[in-house]
């Protein structure tokens, strides 16, 4: 079976990745779209074994705690901590009371962001999340810290982590934890 799947793969030019390795559109392994780990077993697959692909695919975790070195392409963790840090510094920063303008360049801001956000599959998620019933809310800062809090939370949960406590946004975001 794995050589016909090898002999399909020849044709399609598709290969055997290891688990959560994702494709660009351009149909080549999307950097910012991947863990290190992953990316890292696959860059080490193809030095040992290029023709063959391997099936064996360690666990999420076994590659999940390696970071890539500070002066590396960010993956796809880095590039989402770095991301949340922005968009929540933004929301800590809003003002209390937007003026309509400031609100209109916001929800365009978080449009925008949602296309150009460089991991396809998280930007087409967070479109979709925006889209289906979650619209930003931008009214004044607490409203917009805690529409960011939810959608923040909405992708822990896609991930399998736990939810953050949004009362303890403001502590962790804008004033510092208290004592
Ligand atoms: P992060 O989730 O990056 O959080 C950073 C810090 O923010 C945490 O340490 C915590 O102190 C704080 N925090 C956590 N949750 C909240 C919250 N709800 N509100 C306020 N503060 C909080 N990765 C994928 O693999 N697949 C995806 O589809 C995906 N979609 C994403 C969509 C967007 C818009 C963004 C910005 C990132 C996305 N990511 C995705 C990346 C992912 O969310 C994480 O950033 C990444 O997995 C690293 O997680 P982390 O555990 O280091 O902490």
């Not at 529409?147 to 949004?166: P, T």
Request: with cysteine; glycine share 6%.
């Amino acid at each position: 079976a794995e050589n016909a799947q090898n002999r399909q793969d020849e044709v399609t030019g598709k290969k055997h990745l290891p688990k959560g390795v994702v494709l660009g559109k351009d149909g080549k392994p999307c950097r910012s779209c991947t863990s290190f780990g992953a990316w890292a077993q696959m860059a080490k697959k193809e030095t040992t074994t290029p023709a063959t692909i391997s099936t064996t695919t360690p666990p999420a975790q076994a590659t999940s705690s390696l970071q890539p070195p500070a002066d590396c392409p960010p993956d796809v963790e880095q590039l989402g901590r770095s991301s949340w840090t922005l968009l929540h510094s933004i929301a800590a920063t809003y003002p209390e009371k937007p003026s309509p303008q400031q609100q209109t360049d916001t929800r365009q801001f978080l449009q925008l962001f949602g296309k150009m956000y460089p991991c396809w599959v998280c930007a087409d998620d967070f479109r979709e999340y925006m889209a289906k019933g979650n619209e930003p809310k931008v009214s004044n800062r607490a409203e917009f810290a805690r529409w960011m809090c939810e959608a923040h939370n909405a992708v822990n949960v896609k991930l399998g982590k736990e939810k953050f406590d949004c009362n303890r946004w403001d502590e962790r975001w804008r004033t510092g934890w208290k004592d």
